[in-house]
């Protein structure tokens, strides 16, 4: 066991269990850090982690839930262990100990349940002080490092990943570091340079506005990963801005414009030779407990709009909102990347984008691949120490 998850393990059994007061629904209980929450008898039933209910190697759940009676309550329970452990007997004689730290980890009754990761910050340019680095020695060699990394790429969308060598490959094995390289259209990987033909206007020398990455597939990627290799022509500023932030702005400024942008769809396409990629998803997503998930937002790949003829002044004003914040002074990180600088951002939810440059006067080669949020995310648990049941 690492000291990470020794830390890990020894505060959650420092929490203990004050207090418990059964109804026929639920377990109501009163923890040591002052906060009070009910179980229900079901839940509880169902989260028995011994071997008869929970797998011992693989965790996964092999108690049938939909059997258990859907009215059924303890027998009995105490707390044990000086308070750190509750102990239920079911009317079957089955018995059930749960850690008190597990159960405040869970708690549901009222609170927002945890997913584990940090929270995460809005910034704009003028609270966000300096940009979020990290050497990539530090992440490619240490565990600390790499959990640094993906914290920053948590909490504030990005993070500019220094002094990685500027050769082709390099990008995806610092990718890997975090999860499995994500495939597209594009290909594993891919390099953003101008081209003589095409298929996409990142591989033109022309401004790109801010915007989010293929908007047009069910899921885009999560994680995008741009490594400079060589950057010699003039021009061709990178820009960074917090959708989310922009999206907070707007809900106070305009609420009927956020609403409408998190109710109507959008139509996304991409199309080329070979392709023919549709997805329709509201700008803004919202998830379980109204928080922003996700930002959908790149006009070059907006298909003919198909809001439905009530809503289709309402989809064009939220967005012309929108884009009227997201394009304020205050909310466009502006920046050169430097060769062997490697900018890594949310890609559903810091938006990109460059400013035009001349390709005749220098060479601009970025390299890149993505990784999905659920890979990254994952690997940051495991850093924290909390992949256990």
């Known amino acids: 066991m690492t000291h990470l998850k020794k830390e890990e393990e020894k505060m959650r059994d420092q929490v203990s269990l004050k207090s418990l007061t059964a109804s026929d629904m639920a377990l109501s209980i009163e923890f040591s850090t002052g906060l009070e929450s009910r179980f229900h ?41 000086e ?18 730290g597990w159960l405040l980890d869970h708690a549901y009754d009222g609170h927002r349940v945890s997913n584990g990761l940090p929270e995460i910050k809005y910034w704009s340019t003028e609270n966000l002080g300096e940009r979020p680095s990290v ?3 530090d992440v ?8 640094e990394f993906i914290t920053q790429l948590r909490v504030y ?15 995806e094995e610092l990718a890997k570091r975090v999860g499995y390289l994500r495939d597209t259209h594009f290909g594993i990987d891919f390099t953003v340079e101008s081209k003589p033909d095409p298929n996409n206007v990142a591989y033109t020398s022309v401004e790109l506005k801010a915007h989010t990455d293929l908007p047009n597939l069910e899921s885009p990627p999560g994680i995008q990963f741009l490594h400079c290799l060589q950057f010699e022509a003039t021009g061709g500023e990178s820009i960074l801005v917090d959708g989310f932030a922009v999206a907070d702005q707007l809900r106070k400024e305009n609420p009927k414009a956020y609403d409408d942008l998190t109710r109507i769809p959008v139509n996304y396409r991409f199309v080329d030779k070979e392709w023919d990629l549709r ?30 003829f009530d809503d289709m002044t309402a989809i064009y004003e939220g967005l012309r909102a929108y884009t009227e914040v997201l394009r304020r002074p205050e909310f466009e990180l ?15 939810r810091v938006l990109h984008g460059r400013g035009e440059f001349d390709p005749n006067s220098g060479p601009r080669m970025l390299r890149g691949c993505y990784v999905d949020c659920d890979q990254a995310w994952s690997k940051l648990r495991v850093l924290q120490g909390m992949n256990h049941l």
């Not at 452990?85 to 009317?91: E, K, Q």
């Not at 502006?334 to 559903?348: I, T, Y």
């Open 41 to 81: 008898w079901l839940w509880l039933r169902e989260n028995c982690h011994c071997a008869e209910c929970h797998h011992p190697q693989t965790w996964e759940r092999i108690v049938d839930t939909f059997k258990i009676d859907p009215k059924i309550k303890a027998e009995s329970y105490e707390l044990t262990s």
């Open 83 to 100: 308070g750190t452990v509750l102990s239920l007997i079911w009317p079957d004689g089955h018995k059930t100990e749960i850690k008190a």
């Open 135 to 137: 050497e990539a020695a």
């Open 140 to 147: 490619m060699d240490s565990e600390d490092g790499l959990k």
């Open 157 to 171: 969308g990005f993070s500019i990943v220094k002094n990685l060598a500027t050769e082709m490959g390099k990008v």
């Open 279 to 308: 997805w329709n998803s509201p700008a803004i997503r919202l998830d379980y407990n109204g928080e922003m998930e996700e930002i959908r937002y790149h006009n070059a790949l907006t298909a003919t709009r198909e809001a439905g």
């Open 334 to 348: 502006k920046f050169k990347l430097e060769p062997g600088e490697v900018m890594v951002f949310h890609n559903r």
